[in-house]
């Protein structure tokens, strides 16, 4: 059974960043995407960031200019780097990972905090 697991959230100041990864317990064949989603209290799970087999990369609105995403699919990794984080990013962060036959793979999310 594969698993994702996740790692990096915590609490941060407003303006500070965080670094999560994400990376599969066993190897993925044919991995298409990788991404970040989140969801804060009484939201919906949302796109935070995707990054595809070629490496194109698409991120919310609310992110852009803010948030990079990164994979080494050697690895079976995914990355998000947060910068200028705000009090609206905190949320629980999970990774997601769909391969060729579209089977979807979930980490168990990492709590985000953004407070002074």
């Known amino acids: 059974q594969v698993q994702l697991v996740e790692s990096g959230g915590g609490l941060v100041q407003p303006g500070g960043s965080l670094r999560l990864s994400c990376a599969a317990t066993k190897t993925i064949l044919g991995i298409r995407t990788m991404a970040w989603y989140r969801q804060a209290p009484g939201n919906q799970r949302e796109l935070v960031a995707h990054?595809?087999?070629?490496?194109?990369?698409n991120y919310a609105d609310s992110v852009k200019g803010r948030f990079t995403v990164s994979r080494d699919s050697a690895k079976n990794a995914v990355y998000l780097q947060m910068n200028r984080l705000k009090p609206e990013d905190t949320a629980v962060y999970y990774c997601n990972v769909v391969d060729f036959l579209q089977t979807n793979y979930w980490g168990q999310g990492t709590q985000v905090t953004v407070s002074s």
């Open positions: 990054i595809g087999s070629g490496g194109s990369t």
